[in-house]
């Protein structure tokens, strides 16, 4: 399975962006995908996955992200509105058949990750 992440960029506070992940190989509709951040010196964090119709988010994070998926792209979104400076970290994109290994960032496969840089 291959994962390409791409829209990140600077945006200024309040401002939006929409992450993509487009997914490749073996990934299938089936399998949960997922992102998660990291921000300098701290520990990569949950934010969102989706499998199926179900949603998940990182309670911190719903209502300001919405996570969506296109099945015929294969490709997962990740849109992000009333942009904060913490939420400046290099976001990445996961995948797995299981939506609680995606969520637990565990044995996932793993996207290269892509820069967001909220502004103040």
Known sequence: VQLQASGGGLVQAGGSLRLSCAASGRASSSYAMGWFRQAPGKERE????IR??????SDSLKGRFT???DN???TMYLQM???KPEDTAVYFCAAHPSVASVAAGINNYWGQGTQVTVSS
């Open 81 to 83: 509105n009333s942009l």
């Open 52 to 57: 199926g119709m179900r949603k998940y988010y």
């Open 72 to 74: 015929a792209k294969n």
């Open 67 to 69: 996570i969506s998926r």
């Open 46 to 49: 949950f934010v969102a996955a």
